[in-house]
């Protein structure tokens, strides 16, 4: 079966890396997660999985007013979900209400991540992503 863009309706590109696989966008560069594959995907980049921001997964949100954009997996809408920062700043997110997984536009995984405390080591993450999916790293040279 092959997995379909909630932002944009084309299809999902598989990308494998350290056994862990990624459907992305190749037209909106957006990112969806299967449930457990952040998880995987901060272990396999040497990210600690158990910051407390991971905590918003528990979260079930709301469905949006008008953008109806839908999971993947089971075609349910997605449920809007904002994640607070140790330090302030926040990102929403959309996750499937059955949660089958994560949809992130275009860097909002990123921004999530970024959000973790400095001692979660996320931006290993960050940057290994930011390669990955070919998108421009914020580190100044």
């Not at 998880?39 to 905590?55: C, F, K, N, W, Y």
């Not at 007013?65 to 926040?90: A, F, M, T």
Request: include cysteine.
């Amino acid at each position: 079966m092959i997995s379909v863009c909630p932002r944009c309706d084309e299809s999902l590109f598989i990308l494998e890396f350290k056994d862990v696989q990624v459907d992305f966008c190749h037209k909106c560069k957006g990112v969806w997660l299967d449930a457990g594959e952040l998880e995987q995907l901060l272990i396999r980049t040497g990210a600690e999985s158990h910051d407390p921001v991971m905590g918003f997964q528990a979260e079930k949100g709301k469905a949006p007013r008008g953008r109806r954009q839908l999971c993947p997996r089971c075609d349910k809408p997605l449920h809007e979900v904002i994640v607070n920062g140790h330090h302030g700043g926040s990102v929403m997110i959309d996750q499937c209400p059955r949660d089958h997984g994560i949809w992130f536009d275009k860097q909002e995984l990123q921004e999530l991540l970024s959000l973790f405390s400095p001692e979660s080591h996320a931006g290993r993450t960050i940057e290994f992503l930011n390669e990955i999916l070919g998108q421009p790293s914020n580190k100044k040279k």
